[in-house]
């Protein structure tokens, strides 16, 4: 059975991990310096936070984790339907753990992957240049309406 995965780019790896070990009911399953990682079942993902050179703050990917590699194959195949340059990066070392994977982005710059770990790591290893796969989508609206500032003094929401 597949996982989602969801991987987010903090400020502060301490308070984070507070954060979310209290909205999930439990302790991260993996914790590094720079790093924190739930295995969750219910709901059934891989969530993970990390902070410093490796992180962008905000959400920085997601992914459908596979347990085996007949999983990752299906994966794989709609990965290359899909419409869109697909980066197959193969064996290698990311967030502590030795896995295999692919890339993606959708029409929009969300970047995908599709991985199955088989190990745990000793480092947190390299991840390719994510941000090729992002610029891949269409050029932004040339006539978007602005954002106007929030006024001092107002409440966000009255």
Known sequence: MKRLHVHVGVSDLDRSIGFYSTLFAAEPSVRKADYAKWMLDDPRVNFAISAGQHAIKGVEHLGIQSEGAEELAEVYGRLKTAGRPVLEEGATTCCYARSEKSWIADPDGVVW????TSGEATVYGD?????????TVAPEPCCAPAIAEPKAGLACCG
């Open 113 to 116: 992957e599709a991985f199955h």
């Open 127 to 135: 991840s390719p240049a994510l941000a090729a796969l992002a610029k």
